[in-house]
């Protein structure tokens, strides 16, 4: 069993900054791959970037452009995803997900198939 804790969300104005994290507690292993994931408003829930927990292996939707940065700290369990230049359209909920898959896998899959999922983090872009 493993419990993912978020942290990091909130509002910001166009432009500006917002740094998520993810704590991964529980029975994890330095193979599992780690994702961010969001639901925006009219679209369906979509991939940004994976990572595997013990680092390398980055995958990132063609739409981030260098925007936002996924990364791990192995010896906590702990992603993050810095995101910058954040866009009103970039609102909505984002999520933390671990899987047992390689990170591509997991990120070109079916996201109803990932093992664990946390909570949701709320990111507002203001205009």
């Known amino acids: 069993q493993i419990q993912l804790a978020e942290s990091g969300g909130g509002s910001v104005q166009a432009g500006g900054s917002l740094r998520l994290s993810c704590k991964a507690t529980?029975?994890?292993?330095?193979?599992?791959?780690m994702a961010w994931f969001r639901q925006t408003p009219g679209k369906a829930r979509e991939a940004i970037a994976a990572?595997?927990?013990?680092?390398?292996?980055?995958w990132y939707a063609d739409w981030v452009k260098g925007r936002f940065i996924i990364s791990a700290e192995k010896f906590t369990n702990t992603i993050y995803l810095q995101m910058n230049q954040l866009r009103p359209e970039d609102t909505g909920v984002y999520y933390c997900?671990?899987?047992?898959?390689?990170?591509?896998?997991?990120?070109?899959?079916?996201?109803?198939?990932?093992?664990?999922w946390g909570q949701g983090t709320q990111v507002i872009v203001s205009p």
């Open positions: 997900a671990t899987d047992r898959a390689d990170p591509v896998t997991v990120v070109t899959g079916d996201p109803r198939s990932i093992d664990y």
């Open positions: 529980g029975q994890t292993l330095s193979t599992n791959s």
């Open positions: 990572i595997y927990i013990g680092g390398g292996s980055l």
